[in-house]
């Protein structure tokens, strides 16, 4: 509950990151996540320093080359702002049994139980999709083939020291939880 409590989609990231091993290593923990099939239908593209401004300067020139009024600068700026940027790439299992979406599912389980161990490690993330999750030029750019999918970027550094989170307050959720009999008794005749 602590960690769930005090983890956050962090905005600012710094050095140090997790390095490759580590993230490796903290991968193989998330990727226990449930997943119907145990199909892992999902891979990583990892960008560090100037393999970012390479990012960067792709989904530049695609939005100069779409007359797209973002600046150039802003889109490379963006690609710099965590010291890790893992580029999430969804790789479907086309015709399984298991539906697409089961799969999608078990993906963004894996996402947040690899963001608790992150955080549980005193790194910061934040799941950024925006601009890189329909771009063509990032998918060429990062090697995607059909029929896989950019989900965007889990971006992965250490949070500034401020960012230290107390507990979120548990939320009321009462309202998302209807005891069955109590539909059956609004019901007259289901069948
Ligand atoms: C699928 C997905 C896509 C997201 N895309 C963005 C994004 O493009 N930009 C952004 O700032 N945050 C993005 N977020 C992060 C959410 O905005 C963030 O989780 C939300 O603000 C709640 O913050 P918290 O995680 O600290 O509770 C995304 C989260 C998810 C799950």
């Not at 509950?1 to 600012?12: F, G, H, P």
């Not at 998330?30 to 990892?46: E, F, I, K, N, Q």
């Not at 549980?120 to 890189?132: D, E, F, P, V």
Request: glycine share 6%; net charge positive.
């Amino acid at each position: 509950m602590t960690a769930i409590l005090t983890r956050r989609s962090e905005q600012v990231l710094r050095e140090p990151a997790p390095g490759d091993a580590e993230f490796t290593y903290l991968l193989q923990g998330a990727s226990t996540a449930p997943d119907h099939g145990r199909l892992r239908p999902w891979r990583w593209v990892l960008l560090r320093g100037e393999d970012r401004d390479t990012l960067g300067t792709c989904l530049a020139a695609e939005a100069a080359a779409q007359a797209d009024d973002i600046p150039g600068e802003t889109l490379r700026e963006k690609c710099r702002r965590a010291p890790l940027v893992a580029a999430l790439v969804f790789t479907p299992c086309p015709e399984h049994k298991v539906p697409e979406w089961e799969q999608l599912a078990a993906t963004s389980c894996m996402v947040h139980a690899l963001m608790l161990l992150l955080h549980a490690r005193n790194y910061g993330s934040i799941w950024r999709t925006g601009r890189l999750s329909s771009s063509p030029a990032a998918r060429r750019l990062l090697g995607l083939a059909d029929p896989e999918r950019l989900l965007g970027s889990l971006d992965i550094g250490t949070p500034e020291a401020t960012a230290l989170h107390s507990r979120r307050p548990l939320g009321d959720v009462a309202h998302h939880v209807t005891r069955f009999s109590a539909i059956r008794s609004r019901v007259a005749d289901p069948v």
